[in-house]
């Protein structure tokens, strides 16, 4: 791997907006916040606005992302950010004002013809898109460490992976504190798409010494806390621990990137409206049961890292590994396809342009075993039957 690639500036603790706030001055004058409603009102966005106004940064507060980000959604903050003459962003809430905040200030640089679907599928290397700072209050995605953001091309319904160096954000700010609102169902979906990032990461073909370091560490760290923060909600060193394996399963899949379970999961978000998080939850059992022959030794490493299946052999403990994630599941009360709501009867119409869309995704490549179309078709029809 030639580089290992991450934010400039990472702000963790109790004083971290604090602290970040002087780096704010060197990112520009004149912010575009991007968020979401509920994040637009609360206490954690005063806080900001206390940090930036102590520093002298003006700002503008666009609230146009009402869940995953669409086309359209992002032209809007475009707007925004053009018509009130901003030179940085700032992103603050979950994943979705995260990735937001990067496809803005990419786009705020775009010719009035130029689409965010004509990024999809290439390594986008515009060097001097504005800086964007990254301040997440939830504890999962990792879009505040990484190269990629997702954005749903309204008129064909497909989520698009957008990815290049120059979208990871010049600061990442873990605030302590910051993801103590988060209920249940969002812990155990956030949770469980930083998990699905570090296993991924540690399995697929591009991992390094370096990522294999953080992704057992997240790991450790999810499967110890998660099912913590998720049966109280007022553990607050469980909820400051997942933020942290968030942040370390981000980093990890800038570099290592992710496989099949992501490849797989987006079309059903872009078709179903399924949040990320949970899609991947609910691919978890079928995709890795599928990829671990191809990777025994990788999984069985995490299972001995947590202790798993001591005196077995290789096999015996990579199985003992995808139990170990089948029963966090339970507990988090993943639902199925269907108990979600899901159609059985239009989820299959949709099973060939979701095989195909997954492959084209790119993410299926990585893993440690051939992938195929008919692969992909097998896990749909083997997920929806549940």
């Known amino acids: 791997m030639a580089a290992f690639c991450m934010p400039e500036y990472v702000f963790t603790g109790e004083k971290a907006l604090e602290e970040a706030g002087r780096h704010l001055q060197n990112l520009g004058s004149n912010a575009l916040i991007v968020t979401g409603k509920h994040v637009g009102k609360s206490e954690m966005m005063d806080k900001l606005l206390s940090v930036l106004v102590s520093n002298h940064i003006t700002y503008y507060i666009f609230c146009g992302i009402t869940g995953e980000p669409t086309d359209?959604?992002?032209?809007?903050?475009?707007?925004?950010?053009?018509?009130?003459?901003?030179?940085?962003?700032?992103?603050?809430?979950g994943g979705s004002p995260l990735d937001a905040a990067k496809a803005i200030a990419l786009m705020s640089l775009m010719e009035q013809d130029k689409k965010i679907s004509d990024f999809m599928g290439t390594e986008i290397s515009e060097e001097h898109i504005p800086p964007v700072a990254a301040i997440p209050t939830t504890a999962g995605t990792g879009s505040e460490a990484t190269k990629f953001t997702i954005v749903t091309d309204?008129?064909?319904n497909v989520k698009m992976l957008l990815k290049g160096n120059c979208l990871i954000p010049k600061a990442a700010v873990i605030q302590k504190g910051f993801t103590k609102g988060m209920n249940k169902s969002v812990t155990a979906a956030t949770g469980l798409d930083a998990l699905t990032h570090a296993v991924e990461a540690f399995t697929s073909k591009k991992a390094s010494s370096l990522t294999d370091v953080l992704a057992v560490s997240a790991v450790k760290r999810i499967m110890t806390y998660l099912p913590l923060a998720y049966e109280n909600e007022k553990n607050q060193e469980a909820k400051e621990q997942m933020a942290l394996a968030a942040l370390e399963a981000g980093i990890c899949i800038n570099n290592s990137s992710v496989t099949i379970v992501h490849g797989m999961s987006r079309p059903i978000g872009a078709l179903f409206h399924v949040p990320h998080g949970l899609s991947n939850a609910m691919l978890l059992k079928e995709c890795l049961s599928f990829a671990v022959d191809g990777a025994y030794n990788r999984f069985a490493v995490l299972a001995e890292e947590l202790g798993l299946g001591v005196g077995q052999n290789m096999v015996e403990q990579a199985h003992c590994f995808l139990k170990a994630l089948e029963r966090l599941c339970e507990i988090c009360h993943v639902p199925t396809l269907q108990e979600y709501g899901v159609d059985k009867e239009k989820f299959c119409d949709c099973?060939?342009?979701?095989?195909?869309?997954?492959?084209?995704?790119?993410?299926?490549a990585n893993t440690r075993k051939t992938v195929t179309k008919e692969d992909c078709i097998r896990i749909y029809e083997e997920v929806i039957s549940k």
């Open 72 to 93: 359209g959604m992002i032209m809007e903050g475009v707007k925004a950010y053009r018509g009130n003459r901003c030179d940085f962003v700032i992103g603050i809430g």
């Open 351 to 364: 099973i060939e342009k979701m095989a195909e869309d997954a492959i084209t995704s790119g993410s299926p």
């Open 154 to 156: 309204e008129a064909v």
